[in-house]
């Protein structure tokens, strides 16, 4: 029997834990680093986080069907109402895989415990009171609202000041490619009509 491979089965299916996280994130109170963290998630957005999890069995399904098709002891009749089975089998692998993800009674607590964990390692307690103080200023604001935004102004305007660089550049390359090219065309009929 072939053993299954639970780690090759994060793959395809993709469940998202949003809501839930941010009211989670809400509802929690604690110590004060943990007020703290929460804070900072609320002013700069990050208490709306997304979990993905990819998750498939296809190659669950993929074993149990091996299994059915490696065995040279089944007919092939056998071996046809035996691939229904496998089939069916990892249809009902994938809808217990999608109630374990829909169970967020056990998701969020855990979600939050990770991010909450992530937070507490990178800052230290007067660290989220600087974080929290900083971004409750006008430049905080400011600074939250530009962010976002700064990869995409970054790229268009290195776009915009490469582009006439390139054009430059390039097109007395384009313009000596192209006469080459009118050239061997032109060669190529004359040595046609010399056949």
Known sequence: MQKIH???????????ISASVSSFAQQTSGTDKKSLILEFRNLTGANNVN???NFSVTDVQQTL??????DAELTPAQKTELQKSATEAGKRLDNEV???FADE?????????????IYDKTFTENELRELVAFYKTSTGQKALAFLPTLSV???QAFVNAVVPLL????????EAETEQLKRMVKDAKVKKDAN
């Not at 009674?105 to 964990?117: A, G, M, R, W």
């Open 98 to 100: 999608k109630v374990f």
């Open 6 to 16: 639970f780690k090759s089965l994060f793959i395809a299916l993709t469940i998202i």
């Open 167 to 174: 054009q430059n550049y390039i097109q007395p390359k384009i």
């Open 65 to 70: 069907l091996s299994l059915v098709e490696q």
């Open 105 to 117: 009674s056990k998701l969020t607590p855990l979600s939050e415990e990770v991010i909450f964990q």
């Open 153 to 155: 102004q970054v790229e």
């Open 51 to 53: 979990l993905k999890i």
